[in-house]
T-cell receptor
Framework: AQSVTQLGSHVSVSEGALVLLRCNYS??????LFWYVQYPNQGLQLLLK??????LVKGINGFEAEFKKSETSFHLTKPSAHMSDAAEYFCAVSRNQFYFGTGTSLTVIP | GAVVSQHPSWVICKSGTSVKIECRSL??????MFWYRQFPKQSLMLMATSNEGSKATYEQGVEKDKFLINHASLTLSTLTVTSAHPEDSSFYICSARPGWPSSYEQYFGPGTRLTVT
């Protein structure tokens, strides 16, 4: 069975500070992993994806994530938060279908 | 590439009426399309999976007679909410999966906000 756990439903950071959003997965085989961002009343925008190539994946808007098989994690990071990063973030694992985490709401404090 | 559109983006309807939402893959053929529902401040919940020319497969707890899904072509799937009630108000998102080259990826539409009064 597949599942995704996002630790921390709400994360607040100061503008310019490091952003760290946590995602752990359970999968019997190496999965395909995704991070999406969702702004209010909008659809999902793909930030980055892991497809069993490089374990450190760089995405859009300065985000990156590292696949760690030993920790079954795929945490999302950004070195310096910007006000425009305030949004909802979803981690997902894909096999035949997508399994989404519960989401993390990121607040950026000026 | 890999653009998915939804129409309408926003709809208000009266209780008891039916509403149809279209999902189109604009630049690829989608062998499989998915319909999700999202309540405020919550994650996406998969409602059903549809393959072109086949009956949709509904997730447990989703009323197939209420949420009619038709996947008539490789670029179009429709979701019809029949006899809508206020509790059906939600954000509906579709996604499309190409059969090739990536069978593991889905491309998401921008969503449709349904409000039932």
């Amino acid at each position: 069975a597949q599942s995704v756990t996002q630790l921390g439903s709400h994360v607040s950071v100061s503008e310019g500070a490091l952003v760290l959003l946590r995602c752990n997965y359970s999968s019997s085989v190496p999965p395909y992993l995704f991070w999406y961002v969702q702004y209010p009343n909008q659809g999902l925008q793909l930030l980055l994806k892991y497809t069993s190539a490089a374990t450190l994946v760089k995405g859009i808007n300065g985000f990156e994530a590292e696949f760690k098989k030993s920790e079954t994690s795929f945490h999302l990071t950004k070195p310096s938060a910007h006000m425009s990063d305030a949004a909802e973030y979803f981690c997902a694992v894909s096999r035949n279908q997508f399994y989404f985490g519960t989401g993390t709401s990121l607040t950026v404090i000026p | 590439g890999a653009v998915v559109s939804q129409h309408p983006s926003w709809v208000i309807c009266k209780s008891g009426t039916s509403v149809k939402i279209e999902c189109r893959s604009l630049d690829f053929q989608a062998t499989t399309m998915f319909w999700y529902r999202q309540f405020p401040k919550q994650s996406l919940m998969l409602m059903a999976t549809s393959n072109e020319g086949s009956k949709a497969t509904y997730e447990q707890g989703v009323e197939k007679d209420k949420f009619l899904i038709n996947h008539a072509s490789l670029t179009l799937s429709t979701l019809t909410v029949t006899s809508a009630h206020p509790e059906d108000s939600s954000f509906y998102i579709c996604s499309a999966r190409p059969g090739w080259p990536s069978s593991y990826e889905q491309y998401f539409g921008p969503g449709t906000r349904l409000t039932v009064t």
